[in-house]
T-cell receptor
Framework: DTAVSQTPKYLVTQMGNDKSIKCEQN?????MYWYKQDSKKFLKIMFS???????INETVPNRFSPKSPDKAHLNLHINSLELGDSAVYFC??????????????FGPGTRLTVL | AQKVTQAQTEISVVEKEDVTLDCVYE???????LFWYKQPPSGELVFLIR??????QNEISGRYSWNFQKSTSSFNFTITASQVVDSAVYFC??????????FGAGTTVTVRA
């Protein structure tokens, strides 16, 4: 009964490849997020969807494209992978806005290594 | 703009020592929430606490306690009688708009046996 799950947990791939990371939450939350954590542990929001609508789209290369087929799923597709994309990617969800006190629940992370 | 500063990059203590993690924030909002998260070596991010800016009472949960001081824009976190299992990276966070959480850089706590 995992709350927020991500697959795969580890992803090792060559530069130039295209890859996807999948995320699912069973908490019934309306909002989902993608974060990137770099090697220095900095956590940065990338995207957020609320009820399948994109509400946060930070300055990330357009090689990154999120897709939300339904409220419970938010996938991240990355085209033409580069060395600098190596990081841990976290999916998260929340019941409502964090500005109203709702915490975000995080998945276990996907460690992406681009060779 | 909303900003969270965790000036301590790393803290190393011996088991049973107390450790305090500093969090200083900047916000233009008059009401806001603050959060603390823990990231153990296994990598997952675990929610610890949220605090509303209206409530300045200190919060205690077992060996964890939080000191929120609006006058100094600080929301510090103390682990009393630290244990090896407390070794983790701890993040303070502040919403920078409705849905966006701005995280501090994190403080790595190492508790040595």
């Amino acid at each position: 009964d995992t709350a927020v799950s991500q697959t795969p947990k580890y992803l090792v791939t060559q530069m130039g490849n295209d890859k996807s990371i999948k995320c699912e939450q069973n908490l019934g939350h309306d909002t989902m997020y993608w974060y990137k954590q770099d090697s220095k542990k900095f956590l940065k929001i990338m995207f957020s969807y609320n009820n399948k609508e994109l509400i946060i789209n930070e300055t990330v290369p357009n090689r990154f494209s999120p897709k939300s087929p339904d409220k419970a799923h938010l996938n991240l597709h990355i085209n033409s992978l580069e060395l600098g994309d190596s990081a841990v990617y976290f999916c998260a969800s929340s019941q409502a806005a964090s500005s109203s006190g709702y915490e975000q629940f995080f998945g276990p992370g996907t460690r992406l290594t681009v060779l | 703009a909303q900003k969270v500063t965790q000036a301590q990059t790393e803290i190393s203590v011996v088991e049973k020592e107390d450790v305090t993690l500093d969090c200083v924030y900047e916000t233009r909002d008059t009401t806001y929430y603050l959060f603390w998260y823990k990231q153990p070596p296994s990598g997952e991010l675990v929610f610890l606490i949220r605090r509303n800016s209206f409530d300045e009472q200190n919060e205690i949960s077992g060996r964890y306690s939080w000191n929120f001081q609006k006058s100094t824009s600080s929301f510090n976190f103390t682990i009393t009688a630290s244990q090896v299992v407390d070794s983790a990276v701890y993040f303070c966070a502040l919403p920078s708009n409705d849905y966006k959480l701005s995280f501090g850089a994190g403080t790595t706590v190492t508790v040595r046996a």
